[in-house]
């Protein structure tokens, strides 16, 4: 089955510590994104990635970090200086980095800090 | 920055009714593209509606663009219980840019 997936589905941490959020997908997209969806609001760019070894902030960049080492993977890294990191995460991505394409998402990642 | 302002916000009907959800945004698109989200998982792409298109139908779904009116709506008849869901709406400025995604419609289809 050709699709995105991401792990864990729910994940806790405590204050202080950064955790990595998996994205993989077998579509042969070329391009990747993250978003983050707070209760009752709409999706928030974090970073976007159009090539491997390439990625660009998003709206939100502040206390994130990813990589693009290979076309299928996407992590993300929610660093301690993210001050409020609770939220679902959403990895997506599309054939090409262009608004004419659409987007598939993955199931998405609850992050919780305790 | 938001570009697309979906209205209303939330929206309660009874089975069988048909459900209009709209869209509005601020600048030139290129195209105009419409999300579902059932609560707590992704979403799933629904249609996309280019800019030099009116209309289209998938289903029981249409779509209607003015651009005008820099705005969209988004028609489902005969709705279904199983219609509950957030409802995106996604717009597509430059030709390589990303998606910037509306607040969302929360629709409720009671049995």
């Known amino acids: 089955d050709g699709g995105i997936t991401q792990s864990p589905k729910y994940l806790f941490r405590k204050e202080g510590q950064n955790v990595t959020l998996s994205c993989e997908q077998n579509l042969n997209h070329d391009a990747m994104y993250w978003y983050r969806q707070d209760p009752g609001q709409g999706l928030r760019l974090i970073y976007y990635?159009?090539?491997?070894?390439?990625?660009q902030k998003g709206d939100i960049a502040e206390g994130y970090s990813v990589s693009r080492e290979k076309k299928e993977s996407f992590p993300l890294t929610v660093t301690s200086a993210q001050k409020n990191p609770t939220a679902f995460y959403l990895c997506?991505?599309?054939?090409?980095?262009?608004?004419?394409?659409?987007?598939?998402f993955g199931p998405g990642t609850r992050l919780t800090v305790l | 920055s938001q570009q697309g302002e979906e209205d209303p916000q939330a929206l309660s009907i009874q089975e069988g009714e048909n459900a209009t959800m709209n869209c509005s945004y601020k600048t030139s698109i290129n195209n105009l593209q419409w999300y579902r989200q059932n609560s707590g998982r992704g979403l799933v792409h629904l249609i996309l509606i280019r800019s030099n298109e009116r209309e289209k139908h998938s289903g029981r779904l249409r779509v209607t663009l003015d651009t005008s009116k820099k705005s969209s709506s988004l028609l489902i008849t005969a709705s279904r219980a199983a219609d509950t869901a957030s409802y995106f709406c996604?717009?597509?400025?430059?030709?390589?840019?990303?998606?910037?995604f509306g607040k969302g419609i929360t629709l409720s289809v009671r049995p």
């Open positions: 996604a717009t597509g400025t430059g030709a390589n840019s990303k998606l910037t």
């Open positions: 990635s159009q090539i491997v070894n390439d990625f």
């Open positions: 997506a991505s599309s054939v090409r980095l262009a608004p004419g394409y659409e987007q598939f």
